[in-house]
């Protein structure tokens, strides 16, 4: 079925978006984003929707809808505050966001934010993962949502306010008339309204707790049910006409957006617009990116470090691959240059790649991009401890009748911008009772202050985890005797660690190193 489906798009995958955000090295925010969004084992917020899961009576895929759209609903387009920025996980108390779905979504978001990447990127790619999970239209995506540090103003609509209340809240967020019904349309496709918290609105006597059907497929069903008055929406059929609001609504003016919305084509790419539109409200000081798309020879998991008299370097560059489970022939050369001094000849040092593993592409990428796998080429340089290094780039030999072609940072080569404070992972510890990360400082004083900014998951500041840094110290490690003019300085990391940011000064000058967290050496 997936596999026809792929051979149905794969000539046509190139046509899918216009500009692309580019991803210049290192850039830990489409870093991330590339990963939650196309590699399988790396995207918990693109696989629990698949197949549209159920839960509670409803969907994964409805819970995260409903979420979104009450963050979104906070936006003042003339003051230019609010939308997707996260600012639920401060109103949950408000009846007006009753229902365990909320609470529910944001656990499920817990463990994906970072310091980089902020829990309203998340809400944000959960909208674009539901549709898609119950077999919608892909939702571009635009990364670089900043996460509130405190609660919206309290205006989400509700069932029970008027047809003008509702015109005025769906001005407020941006959304003219026409565009309120074809929102409402598109998000009440996914789920229902619960007896447990509606007991107004579902009375006992209507049949389940949850009144839209399911199973659910994202389709236009919802328009031809409304049209020929087959309906158990309560929201348009229920029992108290007071809180009939999607039937005011979708009839507000007089059938003529729900008559267009009867085309299947038409209700997708509607759905995929004001969906769009919907997640790309932001206050007015954020700026997104460009939309994602999958990266090609994406480079990760550079890790410095001491070793044995040199220093070691590990890299991974990623290469797209629209082959199924296929060794592919390419051959990829590391080259690099020295950061002081003369040591390797004239066109660079250089060593070829020493394994190759694979990642397995998200359903996302495979249906949009007719991405199957992507190749992994690892990386384990022996650099000179005396010249260190400035850059490195890549030469990549695709072996099939066209030529070797360079892979350099879009010309900007791939900058290590300094060797003085580094993640050292061959020293540092991954064991059952803990991680104990391990940073090598270029300074014998043994006096060096090191300090992380630590991204755990579970903010102490606020009831779900929005941007939650704590601060790590390090220590000097006497296990680590200073070695390679190194010396050694760590910290247990908590449990819970998402991702690291080293600081340490050194002769007056700051250092910083951004470490994703569970980088182990040989992975
Ligand atoms: C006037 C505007 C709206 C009103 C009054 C309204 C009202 C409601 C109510 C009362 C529920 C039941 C919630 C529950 O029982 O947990 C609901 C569910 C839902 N709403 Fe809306 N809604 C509106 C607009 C929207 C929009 C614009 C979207 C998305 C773009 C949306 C997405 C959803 C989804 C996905 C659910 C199902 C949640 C679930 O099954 O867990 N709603 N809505
Ligand atoms: C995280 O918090 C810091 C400090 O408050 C802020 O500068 C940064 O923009 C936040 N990041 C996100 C993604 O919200
Ligand atoms: C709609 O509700 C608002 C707010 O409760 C109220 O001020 C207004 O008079 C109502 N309009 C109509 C037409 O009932
Ligand atoms: C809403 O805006 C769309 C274009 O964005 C337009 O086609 C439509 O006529 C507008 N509707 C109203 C009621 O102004
Ligand atoms: C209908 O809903 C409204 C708003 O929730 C509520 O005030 C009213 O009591 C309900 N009517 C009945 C008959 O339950
Ligand atoms: C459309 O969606 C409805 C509700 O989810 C489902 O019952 C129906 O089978 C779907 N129709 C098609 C053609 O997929
Ligand atoms: C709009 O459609 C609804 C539901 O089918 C119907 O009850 C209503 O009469 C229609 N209104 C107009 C103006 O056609
Ligand atoms: C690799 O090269 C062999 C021999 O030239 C060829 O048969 C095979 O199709 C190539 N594989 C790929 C993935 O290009
Ligand atoms: C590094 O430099 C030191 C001092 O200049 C020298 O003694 C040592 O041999 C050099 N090491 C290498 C590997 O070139
Ligand atoms: C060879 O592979 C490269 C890189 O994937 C690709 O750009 C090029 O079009 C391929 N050439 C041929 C002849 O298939
Ligand atoms: C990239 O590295 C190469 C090789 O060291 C060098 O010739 C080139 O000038 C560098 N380009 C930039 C933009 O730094
Ligand atoms: C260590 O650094 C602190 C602050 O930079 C300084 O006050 C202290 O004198 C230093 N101690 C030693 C032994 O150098
Ligand atoms: C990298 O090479 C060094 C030295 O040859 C070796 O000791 C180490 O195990 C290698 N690391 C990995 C991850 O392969």
Redesign the pocket.
């Known amino acids: 079925m997936r596999f026809q489906l792929f051979i149905s798009l794969a000539c046509t995958w190139q046509l899918v978006l216009g500009s692309a955000a580019v991803f210049n090295w290192p850039d830990p925010l489409l870093d991330n984003i590339d990963d939650q969004l196309y590699v399988d084992r790396f995207s918990p917020i693109s696989f629990a929707t698949l197949e549209c899961a159920g839960r509670d009576l409803?969907t994964v895929a409805?819970?995260w809808?409903?979420l979104a759209?009450h963050d979104f609903a906070t936006h003042d387009s003339e003051a230019g505050t609010g939308g997707l920025d996260a600012s639920i996980v401060f109103e949950l108390d408000r009846p007006q966001n009753i229902?365990m779905?909320q609470r529910r979504t944001l656990v499920d978001f817990l463990n994906s934010p970072t310091e980089y990447v902020g829990m309203a990127d998340m809400i944000a790619m959960g909208v674009v993962s539901a549709v898609f999970g119950c077999g919608g239209p892909v939702i571009p995506f635009r990364a670089g949502r900043i996460d509130a540090t405190e609660a919206g103003p309290e205006t989400v609509?509700?069932?029970q306010q008027n047809l003008t209340s509702?015109i005025d809240a769906f001005k407020r967020m941006g959304f003219n008339e026409t565009e309120m019904i074809g929102?409402?349309a598109?998000?009440?496709v996914?789920?229902?309204?619960?007896q447990a918290?509606?007991p107004l609105?579902v009375t006992p006597n209507l049949p389940t707790g949850?009144a839209f059907q399911a199973p659910v497929t994202f389709n236009n069903s919802i328009v031809h049910e409304y049209l020929d008055s087959t309906t158990i929406n309560v929201?348009e059929v229920g029992p108290n006409i007071t809180t009939r609001?999607d039937l005011r609504?979708f009839s507000s003016d007089g059938n003529v957006t729900m008559k267009r919305l009867a085309s299947a084509d038409v209700f997708n790419q509607e759905c995929t617009s004001l969906f769009e539109r919907?997640i790309n409200t932001v206050p007015s000081t954020v700026t997104l990116t460009d939309p994602v798309e999958p990266i090609n020879y994406k480079v990760s998991g550079t890790m410095l470090y001491p070793r044995d008299g040199s220093l070691a370097f590990l890299a991974t560059l990623r290469i797209l691959d629209s082959s199924f489970f296929e060794k592919p022939n390419t051959t990829v050369t590391m080259f690099w240059k020295e950061r002081q001094g003369t040591f390797c000849p004239e066109a660079g040092c250089s060593v070829e790649s020493f394994q190759l593993d694979y990642d397995i592409a998200s359903l996302m990428a495979l249906d949009t991009y007719g991405i199957f796998q992507m190749d992994l080429f690892r990386f384990n340089a022996t650099i000179d401890l005396n010249t260190s290094i400035s850059h490195f780039w890549f030469v990549v030999d695709p072996k099939n009748g066209s030529a070797p072609f360079i892979v350099d940072n879009h010309g900007a080569n791939f900058t290590i911008d300094q060797d003085v404070v580094l993640y050292d992972a061959g020293r540092s510890s991954f064991t059952n009772s803990g991680t104990v990360m391990v940073v090598a400082v270029k300074d014998d004083s043994g006096n060096t202050s090191v300090t992380a900014n630590t991204m755990v998951s579970g903010n102490p500041l606020a009831p779900w985890p929005v941007n939650g840094t704590v601060t790590t110290n390090f220590a000097l490690d006497a296990s680590h005797p200073p070695a390679d003019g190194y010396t050694f300085y760590s910290s247990p990391i908590p449990e819970k660690v998402l991702s690291n940011t080293i600081h340490a000064t050194v002769a007056g000058t700051a250092h910083s190193v951004w470490v994703p967290v569970l980088q182990v050496p040989g992975i």
């Open positions: 409803t409805a819970q809808m409903r759209f229902g779905g609509p509700e069932p509702h929102l409402l598109c998000g009440h996914l789920g229902g309204v619960r918290d509606f609105i949850v929201l609001s609504i919907m």
